[in-house]
């Protein structure tokens, strides 16, 4: 910035237009994002985004309105819990029946299970409300 100019006289030159519409098209659904999170786009003069609390606070409250995507993502976690809930009941079958001696990397993922049936009943409980 030129020494004396406003900052209001200066504006950002709008490369939107050297973008793809791909690029665009992210850009666009970026910016929805942040507003939704309750983010402001940082600025030049602005010091740090600025974060609603009200709208932190209602994300984390005992909300039992969830939107479709909040549903979609903890059904995601679900499925994702079963899948390794499934690989370690049989890394223990295969360890019983002696066909396999566990290393270091698969007694950690046996340790882990209780941690993840905890989890799962926590997101299916979270489900069914």
């Known amino acids: 910035m030129a020494p004396g100019l406003a900052p209001q006289a200066v504006q950002k030159p709008d490369h939107t237009e050297n973008m793809s519409k791909a690029a665009k098209k992210n850009a666009k659904r970026k ?5 939704q ?3 402001q786009p940082a600025t030049e003069n602005s010091g740090p985004a600025v974060v609603n609390i009200a709208q932190q606070f209602a994300k984390t409250s005992l ?3 969830k939107a479709a995507g909040d549903k979609q993502d903890t059904l995601r976690k679900v499925r994702q819990l079963r899948k390794k809930l499934k690989q370690i009941e049989d890394l223990e079958r295969r360890v019983a029946s002696g066909e396999l ?3 270091g990397d698969q007694k950690e993922k046996m340790s882990k299970k209780a941690g993840i049936v905890k989890e799962m009943e926590l997101l299916q409980a ?4």
Request: hydrophobic share 10%; net charge negative.
């Open 101 to 103: 001696q566990p290393d």
């Open 31 to 35: 910016e929805k994002k942040k507003q």
């Open 63 to 65: 909300n039992t309105n």
């Open 37 to 39: 999170d309750g983010v």
């Open 126 to 129: 979270d489900l069914d409300e």
